[in-house]
């Protein structure tokens, strides 16, 4: 009983099971930033594998917590080369114990409303995304989550999210040329502290519970 990630990715194990709130206060513990900011943790993972179900999990688990997905920051951008956008608008002010609200060029060229917001005075900022532990940017987060998910599971899982179309399709897979080649060169899995199932295997609570692998030994 497993699950099969992509050939390059071992697979992680033993899996076990363990509460979200145990996994949220690790997190958490890990060595205290200080300058007044807060913690930062890349949750990363392929396409369709759980990221932003955990992330936001995780971020529910904390009262002071912000959600970064590394798509908004990417956004008419570039699928993965916006490791230097993520740095000067989030990281950077984050790390200096400062709000963000930050609008990525190509928001402004295209009038996308809004912006990418962090507030300050948080415990927690979660970036989230495909390449959020890459080695360009690792340095600058607390720690590193690493979301395992079946790849064929994800992928179908993916294409449903996105229409479950014929056009959904071919979206995937030119989204996966890029992807699985990025991936291959990182390898962000190899910089995680811990790796969550995206698509377990083992029965627990989807409320309360989350499927991991490997010990929280970094930061005990």
């Keep these: 009983m497993g699950l099969a990630p992509s050939p390059e990715e071992p697979p992680a194990g033993p899996w076990r099971v363990e509460p979200l709130a145990h996994v949220a206060r690790t997190l958490l513990g890990a060595p205290d930033p200080g300058r007044g900011r807060p913690?930062?943790?890349?949750?990363?993972?392929?396409?369709?594998?759980?990221?932003?179900?955990?992330?936001?999990?995780l971020a529910a688990e904390v009262p002071a917590a912000?959600?970064?997905?590394?798509?908004d920051v990417a956004w008419h951008h570039a699928r993965f080369d916006w490791a230097a956008l993520l740095v000067a608008g989030v990281l950077d002010p984050v790390r200096r114990g400062e709000s963000?609200?930050?609008?990525?060029?190509?928001w402004e060229a295209r009038s996308r409303p809004g912006a990418v917001e962090v507030a300050?005075?948080?415990d927690l900022v979660i970036v989230e995304g495909v390449g959020a532990g890459r080695a360009q940017t690792a340095t600058?987060?607390?720690?590193i989550v690493w979301?395992?998910?079946?790849?064929?599971?994800?992928r179908e899982r993916g294409i449903e999210r996105d229409g479950g179309d014929e056009a959904a399709r071919r979206h995937w897979d030119e989204w996966a040329s890029e992807e699985d080649p990025?991936?291959?060169r990182d390898r962000p899995w190899e910089r995680a502290g811990v790796v969550v199932a995206g698509t377990p295997v083992l029965p627990h609570d989807p409320g309360t519970e989350v499927v991991v692998a490997r010990a929280f030994e970094r930061w005990s």
């Design 39 to 57: 913690r930062i943790v890349a949750v990363d993972g392929r396409s369709g594998g759980g990221k932003t179900t955990f992330a936001t999990r």
């Design 66 to 71: 912000a959600v970064v997905h590394t798509d």
């Design 100 to 106: 963000v609200a930050f609008r990525p060029p190509a």
């Design 120 to 122: 300050g005075g948080l």
């Design 140 to 143: 600058l987060m607390d720690a």
């Design 147 to 154: 979301v395992q998910s079946d790849a064929a599971a994800a």
């Design 182 to 184: 990025f991936l291959a």
